[in-house]
């Protein structure tokens, strides 16, 4: 029977919840979340089985040891005393990745650098040869987290951020991530039960994340490959098992899935992608103005917009955003619309009161998103609870 160990999935800000909650159905045990990342625990078939399924993780890491380190040459002496040929040979290529919070240790690079120089010095007294530092496509990436003295050395078996998703070949300006997209779905509370809408689709990436999801498609199935792969137990056999398992469960969606946007380049480009995650017959798209579309009926709708911020707008972004409101109200009745945005100001000119406010972040912008519920024969929203 495999062992079980500890693994830690990483992800943005406001998704541990959701993370933690994939994690549970996905049979993960011991699920703890913490700040931008949640611990599990599981196997190394569990460890495939996250990397290909999870919708919101970025990467998966498996913490190998502990210890405390007071100052960088504690640093180098941990990492030259490591056992590191139970995971590497000095023909492998590796990488350190560090995270570094407090006082002790400042510069991530820095640390990197030392705990690099340990690892090689160990392999050059041993052996007289040593491992190389490959940067893009390593045998091996060593995650090394510092918070204060406390350090711990993890392998990170995804490689790549598991945003990265293989679907998506052509992209607008500022195109929405991935993970970010699976977890604004997850978040709206959307589970697939009613036609999905995104009237203002760019490359289309909310539109494939949410076919996915209805469609119960692993999040990963179109990567082309994880850190996992290059390491020293990797067993292809029960991948393969893993992966058929989870294909076995797709199902095929009996809601609409519908996209559209003003741009003609916008269409072409969500074209691509959705025909890059083999999606095209689940997908409906169109050239259309969001002013310009009518809902097709009195049935339930689920609608999430990523509209212009403002920071790349020409013209009258308030107007915009008033515009979006009054659509809301006059075409969109009996419709969970939900917004996100980083231009504050310009979300009042919404004139809707949300439901809820979601603090998250687009990259290092701040954002919101805000849920506004347009009820079936109104055009106003009904009396809310406050936030």
């Not at 998704?15 to 933690?20: G, P, S, V």
């Not at 790549?160 to 929405?176: D, E, F, K, Q, W």
């Not at 849920?371 to 406050?386: A, E, V």
């Amino acid at each position: 029977m495999e062992e079980n160990f500890k693994m830690i999935a990483k992800t943005f800000y406001g998704f541990e919840a959701i993370l933690a909650q994939e994690l549970r159905t996905l049979g993960a045990q011991e699920v703890k979340a913490g700040n931008r990342m949640v611990s599990f625990v599981g196997d190394l078939g569990f460890l495939y089985k996250a990397n290909l399924c999870l919708r919101t993780a970025l990467k998966i890491l498996k913490p190998i040891h502990t210890a405390r380190v007071q100052d960088e040459e504690a640093l180098y002496q941990l990492f030259y005393d490591f056992p590191w040929d139970d995971y590497l040979d000095v023909d492998s290529s590796f990488v350190i990745d560090s995270v570094v919070h407090g006082t002790v240790f400042k510069h991530s690079q820095y640390a990197s650098q030392k705990a690099k120089d340990g690892l090689v010095d160990q392999f050059r007294n041993r052996f007289q040869e040593r491992p190389n530092v490959d940067l893009n496509r390593p045998d091996l990436r060593i995650n090394l987290h510092i918070q204060e003295d406390f350090c711990t050395l993890s392998l990170d078996s995804s490689g790549a951020s598991l945003h990265r998703r293989g679907y998506r070949t052509t992209t607008n300006i500022a195109p929405l991530n991935e993970v970010l997209a699976a977890g604004l779905i997850q978040l709206s509370g959307w589970k697939g039960e009613v036609d999905f809408l995104d009237p203002m689709c760019g490359s289309g990436t909310l539109l494939i994340e949410a076919a996915m999801m209805a469609s119960n498609i692993p999040a990963n199935i179109n990567r082309k490959e994880f850190a996992f792969e290059k390491w020293t137990d990797w067993d292809a056999d029960l991948y393969e098992k893993i992966e058929e398992s989870q294909l076995k469960k797709i199902v095929n969606p009996s809601i609409k899935i519908s996209g559209s946007d003003k741009a003609p380049s916008a269409i072409e480009k969500a074209k691509i992608n959705i025909e890059n995650a083999n999606l095209t017959e689940f997908i409906h798209l169109e050239k259309k103005d969001f002013f310009q579309i009518e809902k097709e009926s009195e049935a339930p709708l689920h609608l999430i917009l990523n509209p212009p911020y403002g920071t790349r707008l020409e013209g009258d972004i308030n107007a915009l955003y008033q515009g979006i409101g009054d659509a809301f109200k006059q075409s969109f009745s009996n419709t969970q619309a939900w917004l996100i945005s980083s231009n504050l100001e310009a979300l009042k000119y919404v004139g809707l009161r949300p439901s809820r406010k979601i603090k998250l972040f687009n990259g290092k912008l701040e954002t919101r998103f805000m849920y506004y519920p347009i009820y079936k024969g109104t055009k106003r929203i009904h009396k809310l609870n406050k936030d």
